[in-house]
């Protein structure tokens, strides 16, 4: 329900989280998960505090997705770029800085200041075209289970199913890897939340509820569970308690626009007018135009936004 489109911070080009996993094609939950455990960084923030990322995040960022779609754990790729951070004095700040390409099985390299190089500093010349580029291929079955002890790990566990997480056709694979990753790593929130969807996403509402339960648990604060279990609560008639779900999803991010926006609705649903504005104030600041942000408008009694208008 969010936008999808660009909007600009110091006269930079951004894209929102939920932006830019459409356009990377891997779910914000997984996005978040890697901007969390400091995979990946914004690089700026709007004015109203959300974490944004610029045009050349989005190229590196697609960068790590085609090595992570060739089966390169993101624990090596971690580390990797772990070492790389330790030795540069400057300090690299981010994914972004750099470009990333698979070099063997113990590290990847990295493109910095024009020159390739291996994490122990050996520069590496680029002979192969697709260094730069690398192809996307399907997860590689016996890769994954050649990479020892990082192969059973509940991270890699983790990212194997959010490889196969994106399509019907691979939903059982990616309902094996979580239950892998939980059964690695029993307080692992996020591979509770995502279980919970791709069971949502077949049909499965009861177990759907069950694992984003059980997400909360690991973490009462966890943002896609909170919300994930509103939205399946709310379509399942429980109002009062889907209620609950999306207030404490705002409170975990209150730029959470869509959080904003459905909370707002369901105030509405509820006859809490009062409380119905105070969201879509909250709605309208994050995200000043669309579908969305005519309709709160309306609802607060503002003139609407002028066509043609840019940002």
């Known amino acids: 329900m969010r936008g999808d489109h660009a909007h600009c911070v110091s006269g930079v080009v951004v894209y929102s989280f ?31 505090g959300e974490p944004v990322f610029a045009w050349q995040d989005l190229v590196e960022l697609r960068t790590l997705v085609r090595l992570i779609d060739r089966g390169i754990p993101v624990q090596r790729i971690r580390r990797s770029l772990d070492r790389y951070r330790r030795r540069l004095e400057e300090g690299v700040p981010s994914v972004s800085a750099l ?25 590496l010349f680029d002979f192969d ?14 890769r994954f289970e050649a990479e020892g002890n990082d192969g059973g790990s509940a991270l890699a566990w983790f990212e194997r199913g959010c490889a196969f997480d994106g399509e019907p056709a691979s939903y059982e694979q990616a309902i094996d890897a979580y239950r892998h990753a939980i059964d690695a790593d029993p307080d692992f929130a996020d591979a509770h939340c995502n279980l919970g969807t791709v069971y949502f996403n077949r049909g499965h509402r009861e177990a759907a509820k069950a694992a984003y339960i059980d997400a909360l648990a690991a973490d009462p604060g966890h943002l896609e569970a909170n919300f994930n279990l509103a939205n399946l609560l709310e379509e399942l ?26 909370l707002a609705l369901l105030y509405e649903k509820l006859d809490a007018r009062r409380e119905a504005r105070e969201q879509w104030r909250h709605y309208l600041q994050q995200v000043s135009e669309g579908h969305w942000a005519d309709i709160a408008r309306e609802r607060l009694g503002e003139p609407p936004w002028p066509r043609g208008k840019g940002r």
């Open 99 to 123: 470009a990333l390409a698979d070099v063997g099985a113990d590290a990847v390299a990295l493109h910095h200041e024009g020159a390739w190089e291996a994490p122990n500093g050996q520069l």
């Open 129 to 142: 075209e697709d260094l730069a580029a690398p192809a996307v291929a399907s997860l590689d079955e016996a």
């Open 18 to 48: 939920a932006d830019t996993a459409r356009i990377l094609r891997v779910s914000p939950a997984r996005l978040r998960y890697w901007e969390r455990t400091a995979l990946v960084n914004a690089s700026s923030m709007t004015d109203a």
């Open 237 to 262: 008639g429980q109002r009062d308690a889907a209620r609950a779900h999306y207030e404490a999803a705002v409170a975990s991010d209150p730029f959470f626009a869509e959080a904003r926006l459905n």
